[in-house]
């Protein structure tokens, strides 16, 4: 499975020129669905920009370490449980997508999307910006 990080076409503002719009888009597995709603789709709720990033990166290291046993990163309308055995996300618009076992993701997964995003956010503001991973 792969996640593709870009930017679409949002317009043209009459001020602002040419809008762009962040896309977060998992392609290519079982399960897409599941890891869209779950992870990609959460991205700019925990993590709108590269310092947000390397907190929610710091948090899962200092578990990883043992420095801590568990901990939760809130973020608009989202909450992500951190321990060892992973991560659980819960979405809190809607009391299904809340303590499902699709909301359950390795370490490693979450580090890799996280990652991502971060580089993603590193890059400028264009249709040439573009950051694929695969999981």
Not at 18 to 42: K, M, P, S, T
Request: hydrophobic letters at 40%.
């Amino acid at each position: 499975m792969k996640l593709k990080l870009y930017y679409a076409d949002g317009g043209n503002h009459p001020v602002l020129g040419q809008v762009y719009h962040q896309c977060q888009e998992f392609i290519d597995g079982r399960d897409v669905a599941r890891y869209q709603r779950y992870l990609a789709n959460i991205l700019s709720c925990i993590a709108q920009s590269v310092d947000d990033c390397d907190r929610v990166l710091a948090e899962v290291a200092m578990i990883e370490e043992g420095r801590e046993s568990k901990s939760e990163i809130e973020g608009n309308d989202v909450d992500v449980l951190i321990s060892l055995d992973g991560i659980q996300v819960d979405i809190n618009v809607n009391d299904k997508w809340v303590g499902q076992p699709e909301g359950r993701f390795s370490l490693t997964e979450f580090k890799a999307v996280v990652a991502a995003w971060r580089k993603f956010l590193h890059m400028p503001e264009s249709f040439n910006s573009e950051v694929i991973i695969e999981l």
